[in-house]
């Protein structure tokens, strides 16, 4: 996750440790891993900690070209709606080619939370 240059912007910060990771896998399994401490990870190593993790107890994802809806099977009703944009070219200060901003759905069709993604190498 890449820092938002207008933190502002979010109305709510539900997961406020600053360095975070994803990683969306084509079984539908999607990991994350955030902390409090700066540190750097190649796709290989986040590939092989998340392989650690239970499938049964991973939440899911699903994608329909515009959204990303995540459900956790521990969490009964659980469920997140992402809106999903990626940056076809440079936009200086915010974004680079390639980063994907996603949007937090609050349940009523209003963005409350923007998370700013790059992919790690």
Same mark, same amino acid.
Do not use: C
């Given at each position: 996750?890449?820092?938002? %240059?207008?933190k ?9 440790q ?6 969306? #896998? ?21 590939? +092989? ?9 991973? %939440?899911?994802?699903? #994608? ?13 009703? #659980? ?17 680079k ?23 790690? +190498?």
């Amino acid at each position: 996750m890449v820092e938002l %240059p207008k933190k502002e912007v979010n109305q709510v910060d539900p997961w406020p440790q600053p360095y975070q990771w994803f990683a969306f #896998y084509e079984d539908g399994k999607v990991y994350s891993m955030m902390t409090s401490m700066d540190g750097s990870h190649t796709a290989k190593e986040l590939d +092989e900690l998340f392989k650690t993790l239970p499938k049964s107890r991973t %939440p899911n994802y699903t #994608y329909d070209g515009q959204f990303i809806t995540i459900d956790n099977p521990d969490i009964k009703n #659980y469920q997140e709606v992402w809106g999903v944009n990626l940056f076809a070219r440079d936009v200086e200060g915010l974004a680079k080619k390639g980063d994907i901003i996603m949007s937090l759905d609050d349940g009523k069709g209003n963005a409350i939370y923007y998370r700013l993604l790059r992919r790690v +190498e």
